[in-house]
């Protein structure tokens, strides 16, 4: 069974840096892609970064490009987040997910951004 | 970006009685090797998103079989045969054959 697990989130101040972990279980780390997505309070599902199993292979959202960088470690079946200079519109909830389709979800990580 | 638009927004649903949630894409989920990439997911209240449907119809392991999923191109349909009380929470589908992915807005589905 696929277990993902975030750590990490907290409260930072605008122009802040936060690095969200993911610690995998449960399957082949290496062997699979994995996503960031977020949630605002009371808001949609919003797409993050996606990272392919051997890192060859990044994208981004617009609305993070060039702030954040999504990072895998295969050998400790790691996933991170770097977010550097954050804004109040990176709160959120964060989820680490499992495969191309999104097909596994972890419990996510809240990350507060204010002064 | 391809934009994933979602109707209705929200649902009430009588217990027993069926529920439909449309979604239509900016632009065609069909890829070259002849599947259409959309996804539906589940949020019930306070809970991680979970898969329900990957490439249109087709059911995660788990999935009840009241829930199933149709369309083609640009435009998709997740029904729900009889609305049990687990199933309130919100609905979004999903693209995953452009990028940036994109959600629909989410329809959030209530008992009556």
Request: aromatic letters at 12%; one cysteine or more; charged letters at 15%.
């Amino acid at each position: 069974e696929v277990q993902l697990v975030e750590s990490g989130g907290g409260l930072v101040q605008p122009g802040g840096s936060l690095r969200l972990s993911c610690a995998a279980s449960g399957f082949t780390f290496s062997s699979y892609s994995m996503n960031w997505v977020r949630q605002a309070p009371g808001k949609g599902l919003e797409w993050v970064s996606y990272i392919s199993s051997s890192s060859s292979t990044i994208y981004y959202a617009d609305s993070v490009k060039g702030r954040f960088t999504i990072s895998r470690d295969n050998a400790k079946n790691l996933l991170y987040l770097q977010m550097n200079s954050l804004r109040a519109e990176d709160t959120a909830v964060y989820y680490c997910v499992h495969g191309y389709s999104l097909d596994s979800w972890g419990q996510g990580s809240l990350v507060t951004v204010s002064s | 970006d391809v934009v994933m638009t979602q109707s209705p927004l929200s649902l009430p649903v009588t217990l027993g009685q069926p529920a439909s949630i449309s979604c239509r894409s900016s632009q065609s989920l069909v890829y070259s090797d002849g599947n259409t990439y959309l996804n539906w997911f589940q949020q019930r209240p306070g809970q991680s998103p979970r898969r329900l449907i990957y490439k249109v119809s087709n059911r995660d392991s788990g999935v009840p079989d009241r829930f199933s999923g149709s369309g083609s191109g640009t435009d998709f349909t997740l029904k729900i045969s009889r609305v049990e009380a687990e199933d309130v929470g919100v609905y979004y589908c999903m693209q995953d054959i452009h990028w940036p992915r994109t959600f629909g807005q989410g329809t959030k589905l209530e008992v009556k």
